[in-house]
Nanobody, 128 residues
Framework: QVQVVESGGGSVQAGGSLKLSCAAS????????MAWFRRLAPGKEREFVA?????????YYANPVQGRFTISRDKGKNTMYLQMNSLQPEDTAVYYC????????????????????WGQGIQVTVSS
């Protein structure tokens, strides 16, 4: 069983920065492709934010966060980060960490249903 836990959320003013962390624990020692999704409002679908291969490359970003957010991970470990800069009120959401043992190619990475393991989510609030 894989446990996925996010940390680092909170509140910030527009233009500010936050860094999210995620840890996926697995006794097998496998490394996982990992990603961030977010839910902008209750009842809405989770939308793709960014992903990173188990090796650290490639990385993929959704257009709304390209150039502002940076995804990274510790080499050889299932710990991942999302550095969020120039935050805007429209970035307010619950952010979810996802992990999967399979290689998540660019054609499928943005679909939430393709990811097997999820964290509980963490709130990020950006005020104007």
């Amino acid at each position: 069983q894989v446990q996925v836990v996010e940390s680092g959320g909170g509140s910030v003013q527009a233009g500010g920065s936050l860094k999210l962390s995620c840890a996926a624990s697995d006794s097998s020692g496998d490394t996982y492709d990992m990603a961030w999704f977010r839910r902008l409002a209750p009842g809405k679908e989770r939308e793709f934010v960014a992903s990173i291969d188990e090796s650290g490359t490639p990385t993929y970003y959704a257009n709304p966060v390209q150039g502002r957010f940076t995804i990274s991970r510790d080499k050889g470990k299932n710990t991942m980060y999302l550095q969020m800069n120039s935050l805007q009120p429209e970035d307010t959401a619950v952010y979810y960490c996802a992990a999967d043992l399979l290689e998540m190619r660019q054609t499928i990475v943005a679909v939430a249903a393709n990811w097997d393991y999820w964290g509980q989510g963490i709130q990020v609030t950006v005020s104007s």
